[in-house]
């Protein structure tokens, strides 16, 4: 992933149903990252991609670079699908050897890959064969367990994959358990190829350590942006040697204005739940005892929901607390 992404630089992570089309349009506002990269596009057999939505993808990116991600286990399919991106100004092409959700890979996709080394390998050389564009994989160290890690490594660097993006756990760790970015180190060292890190970066200093300790060539993170729109701004006037620029508790009460607004103009069906969802990440950084989170749980109109963030972000002198987007 360095068509258009700098050594140090951070992309968006895809995370289903937040980090979409409308939430970049978000964040072209507070300062895009250094890439997007779409949810999965589950390829099968008889699936080809719609255009509109391709062209709706780099309308919402704007100028920053997109890498469009596919996932499937018919090597047909994905070449088929990937000469068809070939005509757009895209980045790239991600491929999803990670997701960890069990009826995606049960279906050897996804993760379910990293089970079935041979299918990997056929699937990634089709893919490098359709795909002239720079191609990414997104990966994690293994299924269950990592026996199998420099394998995969291999693999990949025989197909002359252009970059990966690791998220150092196993597929059955999903989003717990120990992060291990010792493996992330272990394929800087091994492969001439850029690496990107994923998994539990969520400030700025995570951010420094992990790109310290692996020597990797950027980060991906997803849930930190979630909470923390200005987090990419933030990561680039470090960067520069600029002063950071901390918002307040009064424009996290904007931000979820533009969430709202920005969503409903491309008719999500449920926003209360949408805001929400947003708030279950954003709500840690609040307060310690989850107070704000509990309030906001309990509104069951949108209304109510409009009441209970005003009061939690702008009662009294809340609104001028310095918001630093990290879990209190």
């Known amino acids: 992933m360095t068509h258009g992404f700098p050594q140090g630089g951070i992309a968006l992570a895809p995370m289903r149903h937040l980090t979409q089309g409308p939430f970049w349009q978000i964040l072209n506002q507070y300062g895009a990252p250094d890439a997007y990269v779409s949810e999965f596009v589950r390829v099968h057999k008889n699936f080809t991609l719609n255009p509109r939505q391709i062209e709706d993808n780099l309308a919402y990116a704007d100028k920053c670079p997109l890498w469009i991600q596919l996932m499937g286990n018919d090597p047909d399919a994905l070449l088929r699908n990937a000469e068809i991106l070939q005509k757009y100004p895209i980045a790239g092409i991600?491929?999803?050897?990670?997701?960890?959700?069990?009826?995606?890979?049960?279906?050897?996709?996804?993760?379910?890959?990293?089970?079935?080394?041979?299918?990997?390998?056929?699937?990634?050389?089709?893919?490098?064969?359709?795909?002239?564009?720079?191609?990414?994989?997104?990966?994690?160290?293994?299924?269950?367990?990592?026996?199998?890690?420099?394998?995969?490594?291999?693999?990949?660097?025989?197909?002359?994959?252009?970059?990966?993006?690791?998220?150092?756990?196993?597929?059955?760790?999903?989003?717990?358990?120990?992060?291990?970015?010792?493996?992330?180190?272990?394929?800087?060292?091994?492969?001439?190829?850029?690496?990107?890190?994923?998994?539990?970066?969520?400030?700025?200093?995570?951010?420094?350590?992990?790109?310290?300790?692996?020597?990797?060539?950027?980060?991906?993170?997803?849930?930190?942006?979630?909470?923390?729109?200005?987090?990419?701004?933030?990561?680039?006037?470090?960067?520069?040697?600029?002063?950071?620029?901390?918002?307040?508790?009064?424009?996290?009460?904007?931000?979820?204005?533009?969430?709202?607004?920005?969503?409903?103009?491309?008719?999500?069906?449920?926003?209360?739940?949408?805001?929400?969802n947003f708030c279950k990440y954003i709500g840690p950084a609040i307060d310690a005892d989850g107070d704000f989170w509990g309030q906001i749980l309990k509104s069951s109109t949108e209304s109510e929901f409009w009441v209970r963030c005003e009061q939690g972000l702008l009662k009294g002198l809340q609104g001028e607390k310095v918001f630093r987007g990290e879990v209190a």
């Open 94 to 276: 991600d491929f999803n050897v990670g997701c960890p959700v069990p009826k995606i890979y049960k279906k050897q996709a996804g993760g379910g890959l990293l089970k079935n080394l041979p299918l990997l390998k056929t699937l990634i050389c089709s893919l490098r064969t359709g795909c002239s564009k720079p191609l990414s994989v997104k990966m994690r160290i293994g299924f269950e367990h990592a026996e199998n890690f420099e394998k995969i490594l291999d693999i990949l660097h025989e197909a002359q994959v252009d970059s990966i993006t690791i998220h150092a756990r196993t597929v059955k760790d999903r989003y717990g358990g120990q992060i291990r970015y010792d493996f992330i180190r272990r394929a800087v060292e091994k492969l001439p190829i850029p690496i990107i890190a994923n998994g539990d970066i969520n400030t700025l200093d995570d951010i420094k350590y992990v790109l310290s300790f692996t020597r990797c060539w950027g980060t991906m993170l997803g849930r930190a942006a979630v909470r923390n729109p200005w987090i990419f701004s933030q990561w680039h006037s470090h960067n520069k040697g600029h002063p950071i620029d901390y918002p307040r508790y009064k424009h996290v009460f904007e931000y979820l204005q533009k969430i709202d607004k920005t969503f409903k103009l491309n008719r999500n069906a449920n926003k209360l739940g949408l805001l929400k």
